[in-house]
C-alpha cells in the first residue's frame, strides 16, 4: 500500500496562490479515488476535492469551485491541487488521501491511506 506525501504549503497573501502535491510512494493507480481535505484551526475537516483515479472524474467542494483545480500525472505518482485566489478562509493543514473504492468523496471514513498534512497559511 503506498504512502502519501503532502507538499507546497506555505504562508501567501489573500489573491494569491499555492500548487499542493501528494506524491505516492509506488503509484496511485493502486487507487480509485484520491481527495484532499483541510482542518482549520478548531474546526472539523472537511472534503475539498476529490479525483476518480480511472475515469478523471472530479469534485470540489462549494466553497473552493471555480477557484481549485485537482489533476493527476501522466506518471500516476502525484496528485496536485491547484489553490488560486486563495482567501484567509482557506487557512488550514491540507491532508490528500486514497481510497481502494469510490464511495462518498466527502466522508472521510471512505479513505484508508492519509498523508501528514502540509500548512497553508493566507495572510496579509
Known amino acids: 500500500q503506498s504512502q502519501l506525501v503532502e507538499s507546497g504549503g506555505g504562508l501567501v497573501q489573500p489573491g494569491g496562490s499555492l500548487r499542493l502535491s501528494c506524491a505516492a510512494s509506488?503509484?496511485?493507480?493502486?487507487?480509485?479515488?484520491v481527495g484532499w481535505f483541510r482542518q482549520a484551526p478548531g474546526k472539523a475537516r472537511e472534503g475539498v476535492s476529490c479525483?476518480?483515479?480511472?475515469?478523471?472524474?472530479?469534485m470540489y467542494a462549494d466553497s473552493v469551485k471555480g477557484r481549485f483545480t485537482i489533476s493527476k500525472d501522466n506518471a500516476g505518482k502525484t496528485v496536485y491541487l491547484e489553490m488560486n485566489s486563495l482567501q484567509p478562509e482557506d487557512t488550514g493543514i491540507y491532508y490528500c488521501?486514497?481510497?481502494?473504492?469510490?464511495?462518498?468523496?466527502?466522508?472521510?471514513?471512505?479513505?484508508?491511506?492519509w498523508g501528514q498534512g502540509t500548512p497553508v497559511t493566507v495572510s496579509s
Open positions: 509506488g503509484t496511485i493507480l493502486d487507487y480509485l479515488m
Open positions: 479525483l476518480s483515479i480511472t475515469g478523471d472524474a472530479a
Open positions: 488521501a486514497a481510497s481502494s473504492w469510490l464511495g462518498r468523496w466527502t466522508d472521510e471514513h471512505e479513505y484508508t491511506v
